[in-house]
């Protein structure tokens, strides 16, 4: 019999669900929630109930993309955390509504772990012709060991992983995640949210060199942004004060090519911060593969990076295709499966969590 396994994620403000049919994944519909863009950031409350419309229609979808009928399901996997609390309720309680209803198993999964798990997405035939960005895209799956540097809106990661089912926190933020020094910084410049796909497209036509930025002094493989935000945040404000302005847009009419100047220097700034510890963790701890993983692992001088460090110091180096960088069930459907091969099922009554590590 097929093992078919939809999936559910939930846990911030895209809505998505996945089918995977012996692994093969075969739908991925993801419905994204436009409400929070006037609002420069995720606004929680609007956030679940947005789910609340979206679940239904995207849950049907994903079914039909796959030609998969309910009852043919052998289990449900959802996103149980961490997220937004409000969000994630919508998911967890639509998988466990489901999973009672057809009387098949339950799966939780990690967010942070189903983004790892995006390099072992096997996209089917079928799937890839629905899909032309992945068509010709080679899609390379890390050996283990490898590490994978995690970089989301809400987690600056390196991780190590050993194994689907082991894997161990090296290092981390002690502060902003790099996604949340992207965006709040994008916001400071007037740019739109989510504001690190426009600092990727401005960087790209910018200069690094012009605004050197604060970079932290963090021991061992931690990360923080904080400190970089606030110099971000002082540079534009002594330059408003040198030229007697009080907008961002009235400054932009002084200096040519202001904010793809500040975009560049400040993406250069991130990216050397992320790769020192990534360079340091690899050579301490002796492992050559090196994955990237979340929703800034779409950062294209990020991607070009990471590859160049690889190229220089022989390792290897995994990118994940840009559709499964941002959230999406496809990653969860991917982790749901290997712990649906393990028996590793979770009881009805488990509830979803905010804040948790690997
Ligand atoms: O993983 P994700 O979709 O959501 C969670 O945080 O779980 O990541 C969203 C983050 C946002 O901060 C967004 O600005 C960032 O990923 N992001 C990017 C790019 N695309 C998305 N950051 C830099 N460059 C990009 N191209």
Not at 66 to 73: H, M, N, Q, T, Y
Not at 140 to 156: A, D, E, T, W
Not at 330 to 338: K, R
């Amino acid at each position: 019999m097929d093992t078919i396994i939809l999936a559910i994620e939930s846990s911030c403000d895209d809505t998505s669900a996945a089918v995977i049919k012996d692994g093969l994944l075969m739908s991925n519909v993801i419905a994204s929630q436009k409400v929070h863009e006037e609002f420069g950031g995720v606004v929680p409350e609007l956030a679940s109930r947005a789910h609340q419309q979206n679940i239904m229609p995207v849950v049907d979808a994903a079914l039909k993309h796959a030609g998969v009928d309910k009852s043919e399901l052998s289990a449900i996997a959802f996103t149980r955390g961490p997220g937004l609390l409000g969000s994630l309720l919508v998911g967890t309680s639509f998988a466990k509504g489901l999973a009672l209803s057809l009387h098949i198993p339950l799966v939780e999964v990690n967010h942070l772990q189903g983004h790892i798990m995006a390099h072992f997405v096997e996209p089917s035939p079928e799937y890839i012709a629905t899909n032309p960005k992945l068509q010709g895209v080679e899609i390379r799956h890390p050996q283990f060991p490898f590490l994978c540097l995690l970089v989301s809106g809400g987690n600056s990661q390196i991780v190590k992983v050993e194994a689907y089912n082991k894997m161990e926190i090296i290092g981390q933020t002690i502060d902003d995640a790099a996604g949340e020094a992207f965006d709040k910084c994008a916001k400071v410049m007037g740019l739109p949210y989510p504001g690190g796909p426009w600092i990727d497209k401005l960087a790209k036509v910018g200069n690094p060199a012009v605004y050197p930025f604060a970079k932290p002094n963090i021991a061992g493989y931690d990360y923080s942004f904080s400190g970089l935000k606030t110099s971000f945040l002082y540079t534009l404000r002594d330059l408003m004060k040198a030229h007697n302005v009080d907008t961002v847009d009235a400054l932009a009419e002084q200096i040519p090519n202001l904010r793809e100047d500040l975009c560049a220097s400040l993406q250069t700034t991130i990216i050397d911060i992320l790769l020192r510890k990534v360079k340091k963790a690899a050579n301490d701890l002796h492992i050559t593969r090196i994955a990237v993983a979340g929703g800034v692992s779409a950062n294209s001088g990020l991607r070009d990076a990471i590859v160049d460090m690889c190229r220089r110091q022989h390792w290897e180096a995994f990118i994940p295709p840009f559709s499964f960088t941002t959230d999406n069930a496809a990653m969860i459907a991917q982790a749901g499966y290997y712990k649906f091969l393990d028996s590793d099922f979770c009881p009805i009554d488990a509830a979803p969590y905010a804040k948790t590590t690997i």
